[in-house]
């Protein structure tokens, strides 16, 4: 599974990192970065978990 990020849509509300610190990461200028593009094994569920809870879904998880 892959991770990806729509910046244009991404309000940087930090939800997905408080779900998933491991795997994204907002950095002083309040900009997302996705830590681990590729989910590692037994990871799947928080990152789905991250881009369901997304205020704005700008986050997709793809296989």
């Known amino acids: 599974m892959r991770i990806s990020v ?4 991404c309000e ?3 939800v997905c ?3 998933a610190a491991d ?3 907002l ?7 996705v830590l681990q593009s ?5 990871d799947e569920q928080l990152a789905v978990q ?3 809870m997304c205020p ?8």
């Open 6 to 9: 729509d910046h244009q849509l």
């Open 56 to 63: 704005r879904q700008a986050i997709a998880v793809e296989d």
């Open 23 to 25: 795997m994204f990461r």
């Open 27 to 33: 950095d002083d200028s309040d900009r997302l970065t």
């Open 50 to 52: 991250a881009a369901r």
């Open 17 to 19: 990192e408080g779900i």
């Open 38 to 42: 590729s989910v590692p094994a037994g």
């Open 12 to 14: 940087a509300n930090g």
